[in-house]
C-alpha cells in the first residue's frame, strides 16, 4: 500500500528512495525492541559492575606489640635457725621465730641466755622493676633429730613482707619466720629438716 | 489515508520516545555504590607477659582486648598497654562485607634476633560485617606464642593486613 502512494510527508526516521522514488518500509529505523533495550541494559549494568568491582575492597594495616618483662628469681642468703631452746620435763611449748629474727616463747619452753645462731630465713627476689608478685610458704616443715627419730614440726610460716611483695627497683629481700612446737620432755639434741621451698610469682 | 499516515508518524514518535526512555532508565541504573573504605584506629598490643623460665604458654587476646594466659605464661598485675587492634569501616549502607585477616605474624625483639609468632587471628565481627548506618567498627584479636625464658624486652611487628571485601 506505502509502495504506490506519493507523499509530501517527511517520515522522521525513514530512509527515501530516490531510485523507486517512494518509501520502503523495510529501510525504516525500526525503535529499539524489548529485547534490544535488554541487552543495552545488560552492557549498561555490565559497566556499572565492573565500576562496583574496583571499589569494593580496601585494606588497612597495623602492628603487633608485647613485651616480655625480667623472669622472676628467688636465690637464699640465709637458712632459718631457732637457736637453742629448753623445755620443761612435763610441759611442752613452742618457739616464735619473727621475720626480723626474735624469738617469742610459750608454755613449758624458756630460751636461754646463750641463744645459740638465731636466724630466720631470708631470700633475694629479682624481677622486673615496680612489679609485685605473690609469696608461697610451705605450711609444715618436720625437723628431725640427729638418731633420726624423734622430731619437731615448725609450722605458721610467715614472711615479711607478708603475702605480697614488690620489686621497687627490680629487687627485694623477704625474711621467713615459723613456729616451732617443742614436746614436753623433747629428746635433746640437733633437729635439722630437709628443705622447704619459698616461691614467688608474678601477680 | 492521511489518518493512516498520520497514525504512522504517531506510532514511531512514540517508538521515538520510548527508545528515549529506555536509555534514561539505564543511566539511572548506573549509579555507584559507594566504595568501601577501612581506616586503623588502634595497634594490636599483647601488653606485659612473664613466663617460667622451663615452660612456655600461650596469651589469647580477644577482639574484646581481654587477655587469656595458658602454661607457663602469667599476666603480670601491671598489665602495660592491653588492646585489641581496632578499624573503622566506611561504605554503602547496609551492605554486608567479608574480612580478611593475616593468617600469622611474627613479632621481632628490638635487639633483633628473638622472635615471637602471633596466629589464630579473631574479628568482631566474625567474617561478615555489616554496615548499618554507613559505618562500622570491627577489633581484631590474636594469640601470641611465648617460648619458655624467652628473652625479656619488648617485641614488635612489621605491618599486617585487614582487608574488606564488598559480599
Known sequence: ?203 | MKQIVSLFVAVILMATISKAQSKATAIANAKIVTPISIVKNTDLNFGNIAVQATTGGQVILSPNSSRTRTSGVTLPAITGTVSAAGFTITGESNYTYSITLPTSLTLTHSAGSKTMMATSFTSNPVSTGLLTNGTQNITVGATLTVSAAQLAGVYTSGTFDVTVTYN
Open chain 1, 1 to 203: 500500500m506505502f509502495k504506490t502512494q506519493k507523499s509530501k510527508v517527511i517520515m522522521p526516521n525513514a530512509q527515501y528512495s530516490k531510485q523507486f522514488d517512494v518509501f520502503d518500509i523495510n529501510n525504516i529505523q525500526k525503535p529499539l525492541n524489548i529485547i534490544q533495550m535488554k541487552k543495552i541494559l545488560i552492557l549498561l549494568i555490565t559497566v556499572v559492575g565492573f565500576v562496583i568491582n574496583s571499589t569494593a575492597q580496601s585494606t588497612a594495616t597495623a602492628t603487633a606489640t608485647a613485651t616480655v618483662i625480667t623472669p622472676i628469681t628467688i636465690s637464699k642468703n640465709s637458712d632459718m635457725s631457732f637457736g637453742n631452746v629448753s623445755v620443761q620435763s612435763g610441759t611442752g611449748g613452742s618457739v616464735i621465730l619473727a621475720p626480723n629474727g626474735t624469738r617469742t616463747r610459750t608454755a613449758g619452753v624458756t630460751l636461754p641466755a646463750v641463744t645459740g645462731s638465731v636466724s630466720a630465713a631470708s631470700f633475694t627476689v629479682n624481677g622486673e622493676g615496680s612489679y609485685t608478685y605473690d609469696i608461697s610458704l610451705p605450711s609444715t616443715v618436720t625437723l628431725t633429730h640427729s638418731g633420726g627419730v624423734q622430731t619437731m614440726a615448725a609450722n605458721s610460716f610467715i614472711s615479711n613482707p607478708s603475702g605480697t611483695g614488690q620489686l621497687a627497683s627490680g629487687s627485694q629481700n623477704i625474711a621467713v619466720g615459723a613456729t616451732l612446737t617443742v614436746s614436753a620432755g623433747q629428746l635433746s639434741g640437733v633437729y635439722t629438716s630437709t628443705t622447704f621451698n619459698v616461691t614467688v610469682n608474678y601477680n
